[in-house]
């Protein structure tokens, strides 16, 4: 009794034991939680700045695109070549003869002035007060630039207007716009394009979280683009960028508010998930075994995608070596005669051949795992294909002494994708030259009945063992003795060959020949002739 009571005790302690290490690790489980989810806010941050920045600089680019380049140096430019001796444009109606771009700058301006020796000249509304002494004073202080022309922000003595002016060899030209036509080139810049990727803001403009304000070199606030009801407080992540000499060094501001991570970021576990640790501390202990079954599982695929890459770089490795060593004999003249250089041609295209079936293999696979496979059908003559599909091999073949013939007849057309499916039967082709023994020969033997009509590509090599033939259609499976032996292979076609089979209605098995090999039977449903 006492031996059985100890026995007990031994596994009550043990299950205490148990159950405290679980609440201890529920716990280190929910500090690391909370430790990650703060690195990940500060990372996020980061982030988030970085994007207020790119905003910043895409705008400022795209400011000169609007202002600049399409309006202030195509006007520039014609007033700076206008004659001294002719009246300046009249912007309410704009003259013949000039280029579309200054045309339409012209039409948005209130004023183009002229000055010289002799006096401004002033076109447009009334010449502001003081407008005089104010270009004496800039040209006085003119400091080039690389388009000629400079920006100006508003003034009293421009009434409140921008200026645009360049000065050259003593000569000033320029125009006044208001502050309205060039808000309105500001905001084109502005809605050309989306400033923040989709990812962030989820096809949202944000309003309420980004904003764009243009300053003055002094701070004055000139423009805001699409302003929120609130104002930038502490969590706004700001960044200033500085437009060219032409834009009159004029500040590019962009706001980003940090709470757009709480909305469009998972930052990790809040307040509620908190909370929620505590009745999962109860559920650890079941989870545990499953918790080792997927780890085991993940290990598991671990390997079969690290032999999907080595098997697939191997396979692409051989063809390329192939193809740069004949190019390289080809183009530095090493071969010997007429026969040497066909034969090199021959290998070189029998090896891209390879490429682009093993290339067009991946890329169905790929479709296949994103449910992105799709397929175009259309009334068929399945013998028409598989003849097509035996041509198309036959250089694969005769490089590995393989013999492959069609037989068979199906007196019916068949509704069918005819890439994919041709894409089906070089894969059985291809599995079979790759496993069989060289000089083998290869069927694809055609049949038919009321309901169905089979395609089977016939081999002469080892078969597949009964206990495979359900898995190897799996992703990434590949028997034992393959991952064994010197075939290399991605473990990828026959899964394709599956999913193709299954789009079309039908299904696809594999059965064993005697006294050697396998045989793979594609059935599908007959179409309406």
Known sequence: MAARTTSRSGRLGLAAVLAVATLIGAAYLGVQAELEARRHRSTTKVVLSGYTALAAAVYRSRAFQQLGYNTFYPLSTVLASW??????????????????????????????????????????????????????????????????????????????????????EGRTRGFLMTPESVGHLFEAAYHAEPLLPSMLTGGEGLPELFRVEVRAPDGTLLMDMLPPSIEPAESWLSHTDTLSAELGELRVVTHLDARVADRFLDTGVNKTRRLAILPVVALLGFLLVGSLGLMRREAELARLRGDFVSGISHEFRTPLAQIRLFAETLRLGRVRDQQEHDRSIQIIDQEARRLTHLVETALNFSRAERGALELHLSEANIEHVVDEVVEAFAPLAHAAGVTVRAEGKIPFSLKVDVDALKQLLLNLLDNAVKYGPPGQQVKLVMASNDTIATVAVEDEGPGVPSRDRGRIFDRFVRLDRERNGQVAGTGIGLSVVREIAQLHGGRVRVESRSPLGARFVLELPLAVV
């Open 83 to 168: 004659p001294d001796d002719v009246p300046l444009p009249d912007p309410s109606s704009p003259p013949d003869g000039m280029s579309a771009n200054a045309t339409r700058a012209l039409s948005t301006v209130s004023g183009v002035f002229r000055s010289s020796e002799l006096g401004v000249d002033f076109v447009g509304r009334s010449q502001p007060a003081g407008f005089e002494s104010w270009i004496e004073g800039h040209r006085t202080r003119w400091t080039p630039t690389s388009s000629g022309y400079r920006l100006f922000p508003p003034s009293a003595a421009t009434d409140g207007s921008y200026s645009v002016m360049s000065v050259d």
